[in-house]
């Protein structure tokens, strides 16, 4: 008796931890299989290139003069100051470990500017964590 009854509810459990996840919208939609990784290598480098390229932050000429694609951008940012008039002097990632213009920028109300990426839908909360991740690696905080 005590046997099959033991083995059912962990397999309850998880499928109601399951549920609970997807309810909240956890990372890893279905939508999105790659979110199932938990910000693999080089997934903040994509996701610039995909939500910060375009005409803005890419090329010989990028917006604020932020590069956010070509390689070493993490090395670029690390203790790189703000140019935009009202951000001036705000550092892009602090070494130190303050705020981190980078990521303040990706919030609905930022100390200056507009929220980025601008015009377009804002950073779902897994990307702005994979982000924030990025930031502390490139500090030498993270993992």
Same mark, same amino acid.
Not at 3 to 11: E, I, K, S, T, Y
Not at 59 to 86: H, I, T, Y
């Given at each position: ?8 509810? #962990?397999? &309850? ?24 990784? !938990?910000? %693999?290598?080089?997934?903040v ?5 995909q939500?910060?390229a375009? !005409? ?5 000429? %990028?917006?604020?003069?932020? !590069? ?12 790189? &100051?703000?140019?935009? =008039? ?33 015009? =377009? #839908? =804002?950073?779902? #909360? ?9 930031? !502390?690696e ?6």
């Amino acid at each position: 008796m005590n046997g099959p009854a033991l083995r059912r509810p #962990p397999v &309850v459990l998880a499928a109601l931890v399951g549920a609970l996840a997807l309810a909240a919208g956890c990372a890893g939609e279905l939508d999105r299989p790659e979110r199932f990784a !938990d910000c %693999p290598p080089g997934y903040v480098e994509q996701l610039f290139q995909q939500s910060c390229a375009g !005409d803005c932050h890419a090329g010989a000429e %990028p917006e604020a003069g932020l !590069d956010l694609v070509s390689p070493g951008a993490g090395a670029r940012l690390l203790g790189a &100051v703000s140019v935009q =008039e009202d951000c001036t002097g705000l550092v892009m990632i602090d070494p130190a470990g303050g705020p981190h213009l980078l990521l303040q920028k990706l919030a609905d109300q930022p100390p200056c500017g507009s929220r980025m990426p601008f015009g =377009e #839908p =804002e950073l779902d #909360p897994a990307d702005v964590e994979c982000v924030r991740r990025w930031i !502390d690696e490139v500090a030498g905080g993270g993992p």
